[in-house]
């Protein structure tokens, strides 16, 4: 069926809609979905992990969904803006996974390009999942949040 792309919004009307057949994975680090924020029935399922060399990719990443989500029918896949999740899902895809959605615009949304902007360059003031008033938490929540070795 390959990837589709659904707005924060959407997602959102699609997990309340369905909660037993649809599940988020947020692929953010654990940094970003501890101390940005996340939304409450966020899996957080890193694609990759802070390293003092940089992001390191997440070698296990398809085997963690596999292993948490085998049984889920859709997923809906959303990290910073969209970009890494659009990655996920296409890998998730080639994995065999057959209904995932990318959110679109992610979490914080777009950076404001415009130079004249008192935003200019910050996110979370164009759109995204915060944006658009979602609901989000700081809370780790026992078997959502993302521990090594699981």
Known sequence: MGVKVVSPIRAYQMLKADPEHTFLVDCRTRPEYQFVGHPPMAYNI?????????????????????????????????????????????????????????????????????????????RRHLNGWQHDGLPYTYELKEGLAYKLNE
């Open 46 to 122: 890193p694609y990759c992990f802070w390293s003092p060399d940089g992001k390191r990719e997440n070698a296990y990443f398809v085997k963690d969904i596999m292993k948490r989500l085998e049984q889920a029918e859709k997923l809906l896949i959303i990290c910073c803006s969209g970009q890494r999740s659009s990655k996920v899902c296409e890998e998730l895809v080639k994995n065999g996974f057959k209904e995932v959605f990318n959110i679109d615009k992610g979490f914080e949304g777009d950076k404001a390009e415009d130079i004249n902007s008192i935003y200019y360059g910050y």
